[in-house]
């Protein structure tokens, strides 16, 4: 079957989002993955790590979350124990190519 998985980075994110994986970190070869994976790393604008492997997913053609402004809370865990459903906001919010890039340049904070 192809179901898109969703690659995050921690096993206990992965327990929360359906058809998910965990990189157990932000660093994995996903190439594998390309045609149906969307990657979504954790909420952290300000960190410059996530910004540039979420850029480097972008140039390699993943598709990438880029959480909303609303979402403050730094990872899905966090964002199940205040309530929202993590499923929905990764669906409405998975870009890649240019668009990506001009919506992780809004994003990132650093």
């Known amino acids: 079957q192809d179901r898109t998985i969703t690659i995050v980075e921690g096993p206990i994110d992965s327990l929360f989002v359906e058809n998910a994986i965990a990189m157990a970190g932000s660093d994995a070869n996903l190439n594998k993955y390309l045609t149906n994976s969307i990657v979504a790393l954790d909420n952290e604008p ?3 790590e996530i910004v540039s492997k979420m850029a480097k997913y972008l140039d390699n053609g993943f598709k990438v979350v ?3 402004e609303n979402i403050r809370q730094k990872d899905i865990n966090d964002m199940v124990l205040t309530g929202i459903n993590p499923n929905s906001v990764i669906q409405n919010n998975v870009y890649s190519g240019l668009t ?3 919506k992780l340049n809004q994003w990132k904070k650093v």
């Open 46 to 48: 300000r960190n410059r």
């Open 66 to 68: 880029i959480w909303p």
């Open 100 to 102: 990506g890039k001009i």
